[in-house]
């Protein structure tokens, strides 16, 4: 199925927007155990959840997302936290100017090769990247809606070390229930 077929058909409800912080939560820890400091970006951050999360966690953060309706809400939402439109294939910052990257539910809607170049340029030697690939979306009735290959992930990955790994299964029941397998990697530049 096309990215912009799969946007479409599980569109209805937004359902991403009803997540809870839980990855944020366990990003923020890890952070704080490697004792980081600097700027945390969240690409596509869309309604601006984690941003906010980061930000009352006391951590430097913003949001990127290529949708300006998007960020727009974001900052009504959020009008504290720090917001910008900008597309993550061709991010606006400097060479090694960020320090760690959180990226959830985002990457099967991009060019994952030149989002990733993208991010590798920016981050400053050592950041780090949190990073939620979807290895399959299946449907309420066990179409495949989605699938890439775990192998691709680390080949695309492969100019970072991986910190952590884990594979799970997140079922969404908005608008229909659907499962998605997801592969949760903690990289470093
Ligand atoms: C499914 S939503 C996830 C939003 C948020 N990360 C969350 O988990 O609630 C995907 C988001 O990615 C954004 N997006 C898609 N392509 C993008 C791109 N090329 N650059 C930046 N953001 C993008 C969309 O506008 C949308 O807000």
């Given at each position: 199925m096309q990215e912009q077929q799969l946007f479409d058909k599980y569109l209805?409800?937004?359902?991403?927007?009803?997540?809870?912080?839980t990855y944020a939560e366990s990003y923020a820890q890890f952070l704080k155990e490697q004792s980081f400091f600097g700027l945390l970006v969240d690409i596509?951050?869309?309604?601006?959840r984690d941003v906010a999360f980061f930000h009352q966690a006391g951590q430097d953060s913003m949001g990127i997302d290529y949708s300006l309706p998007e960020i727009s809400k974001a900052k009504t939402a959020h009008p504290s936290c720090n917001f910008l439109v900008a597309n993550c294939e061709e991010i606006p910052f400097r060479d090694r100017s960020v320090g760690a990257y959180f990226m959830i539910n985002?990457?099967?809607?991009?060019?994952p090769r030149r989002a990733l170049d993208e991010l590798h340029r920016t981050l400053q030697d050592d950041g780090y990247l949190f990073l939620h690939c979807n290895l399959d979306i299946t449907d309420?009735?066990?179409?495949?809606d989605y699938h890439r290959e775990e192998e691709g992930v680390y080949s695309l990955t492969s100019n970072f070390r991986i910190l952590k790994k884990r594979k799970f299964q997140r079922v969404d029941t908005t608008p229909t229930v659907h499962t998605h397998t997801i592969l949760e990697l903690i990289l470093q530049k």
């Open positions: 209805e409800g937004r359902h991403w927007e009803q997540h809870p912080t596509g951050c869309g309604s601006g985002v990457i099967h809607y991009v060019n309420k009735d066990g179409n495949n």
